[in-house]
């Protein structure tokens, strides 16, 4: 079983819906968490970080840690078509050097 | 925004040859990853540094090699390229103190 599980989609929807996506985890001594978005043949960029449980919210953007069930989220209102790519979560146990553990990874479409 | 940088973009290059992959930041970022990336896939770590002179291999097990002489500069290189090498391969840095990694480009190889 992988550490960090994550639906690969891909998920279609139409332009102005609210985006859910969803990465759940086993290992509960994660403390980070963070977001990532690929677009094809380029590197993940960060969208959004955040530490211990609770939500955080950038522009259009949402991301919500629930440590208790082991999973977080990263929601997307009024999405378009130029979110479509692909949406990593990757999460660590502390700031002193540990690696980070990558879900696979959600590929969305956001059509016009 | 970052400015973690790779070269070659491309590479299409015959089976045998020696190929070195080139990553650079100019932030000043201590730590420094290589990960490797199929289409569709999740990230594997290949290759990590803390600093200067020191060198880890990652989760992945991988044929490849680095060196890390310079703070800024962490190349990789395969020392006789195979088709199973073809993937994308995507370098990141940060500091030690914080979670997030940037990520360059990546590089997109194709050995035939």
């Known amino acids: 079983q992988k550490e960090v599980e994550q639906d690969p989609g891909p998920l279609s929807v139409p332009e102005g819906a609210i985006v859910s996506l969803n990465c759940t985890y086993s290992?509960?001594?994660?403390?980070?968490f963070m977001w990532y978005r690929q677009y094809s043949r380029k590197g993940p960029e960060l969208l959004m970080y955040?530490?211990?449980?609770g939500n955080k919210e950038d522009g259009r953007f949402t991301a919500q840690v629930d440590k208790s069930s082991k999973y977080i989220s990263l929601f997307i209102r009024d999405s378009q078509p130029s979110d479509s790519a692909t949406y990593l979560c990757?999460?660590?146990?502390?700031?002193?050097?540990?690696?980070?553990?990558f879900g696979g990874g959600t590929r969305l479409m956001v059509k016009p | 925004e970052a400015d973690i940088y790779q070269t070659p973009r491309y590479l299409v290059i015959g089976t045998g040859k020696k190929i070195t992959l080139e990553c650079s930041q100019t932030?000043?970022?201590?730590?420094m990853y290589w990960y490797q990336q199929d289409p569709g896939m999740e990230l594997h770590l290949i290759h990590y540094?803390?600093?200067?002179?020191?060198?880890e291999k990652g989760d992945l097990s991988s044929e490849s090699t680095v060196s890390r002489i310079r703070t800024e500069h962490f190349p990789l290189t395969l020392e006789s390229a195979r088709p199973s090498h073809t993937s994308q391969y995507l370098c990141?840095?940060?500091?030690?103190?914080?979670?997030?990694?940037?990520f360059g480009p990546g590089t997109r190889l194709l050995v035939l």
């Open positions: 990141a840095s940060r500091w030690t103190d914080q979670e997030t990694q940037y």
């Open positions: 955040t530490y211990s449980s």
């Open positions: 540094s803390y600093g200067v002179n020191s060198t």
């Open positions: 990757a999460m660590s146990f502390n700031n002193a050097g540990n690696m980070l553990t």
């Open positions: 290992n509960s001594a994660f403390q980070y």
């Open positions: 932030m000043g970022h201590d730590k």
